[in-house]
């Protein structure tokens, strides 16, 4: 893969953090595989204090903080661990639902391979699920999660019946534009892609509190696939 310029990442600047919109397919810090190239890699490049104050799944796209020094780590750690953290994700889910401040409270539990499921022997969890847009088979649907679980978003929305698109994990299957399109051609001998490769989620909106106590919100756009997907929804779907 084709690593992006840190610096044409950055979304929000300032003397304490720094916050970039993560392009999908990049994981936030050192996955199960060495010597790969990860975004907080690239970040210490652009300058060598920063710190990922939170993580991102590697498929998810948007906002992701960073520190600039241990004391702007330690105030937005705090505010995380006591949930003052605002945090807005979009998704877009097979099926057609009408959330409104919808919640799911499932505790769950992370398995030794990296996916997690409900069980009461789990750990709290709690996301607010309200619709965005209808489509005629499909959702875009915002998620605002209270806790911070392994895979919290996409567990709960499966709980829901609401599988996020391409996430074959937890029930949700690819998406293609011949499904939407009534005259579709696909040229001779090629075979057709999903309109998106990943599970389609996406951290829209992070929000929280700086070193002098002012709030502060900041908003990602829609990376292409992600932009993509939902236009194409809008026009046929």
């Given amino acids: 893969?084709?690593?992006?310029?840190?610096?044409?990442?950055?979304?929000?600047?300032d003397e304490d953090y720094l916050v970039v919109n993560k392009p999908p397919f990049l994981s936030t810090l050192e996955d199960r595989t060495p010597n790969t190239t990860h975004l907080l890699k690239l970040a210490k490049q652009y300058n060598p204090e920063l710190q990922a104050c939170h993580r991102l799944d590697k498929d998810t796209s948007g906002c992701l903080v960073?520190?600039?020094?241990?004391?702007?780590?330690?105030?937005?750690?705090?505010?995380?661990?006591?949930?003052?953290v605002?945090?807005?994700?979009?998704?877009?889910?097979?099926?057609?639902?009408?959330?409104?401040?919808?919640?799911?409270?499932?505790?769950?539990?992370?398995?030794?391979?990296?996916?997690?499921?409900?069980?009461?022997?789990?750990k709290p969890a709690?996301?607010?699920?309200?619709?965005?847009?209808?489509?005629?088979?499909?959702?875009?649907?915002?998620?605002m999660p209270v806790t911070g679980r392994l895979h919290q978003i996409r567990v709960h929305l499966a709980y829901l019946k609401a599988p996020i698109v391409s996430d074959e994990l937890y029930g949700g299957e690819h998406l293609y534009l011949s499904s939407l399109k009534r005259k579709f051609n696909?040229?001779?001998?090629?075979?057709?892609?999903p309109l998106i490769k990943r599970f389609a989620l996406h951290s829209h909106t992070i929000g929280f509190k700086q070193l002098n106590d002012e709030p502060i919100k900041i908003e990602a756009p829609y990376p292409k696939d992600f932009a993509v997907l939902v236009k194409q929804l809008r026009q046929h779907g």
């Fill in 1 to 13: 893969m084709k690593y992006p310029v840190f610096k044409d990442l950055i979304i929000h600047e």
């Fill in 66 to 84: 960073f520190a600039k020094h241990p004391e702007a780590y330690r105030h937005l750690a705090m505010q995380f661990e006591h949930r003052g």
């Fill in 86 to 122: 605002y945090k807005v994700y979009h998704a877009v889910a097979w099926g057609t639902h009408k959330f409104e401040d919808e919640l799911v409270s499932r505790s769950i539990l992370a398995g030794a391979k990296g996916v997690a499921k409900l069980t009461p022997q789990g």
């Fill in 126 to 143: 709690e996301t607010y699920f309200t619709t965005l847009e209808n489509y005629s088979r499909h959702t875009l649907i915002e998620c």
């Fill in 186 to 193: 696909l040229k001779n001998q090629t075979e057709e892609q």
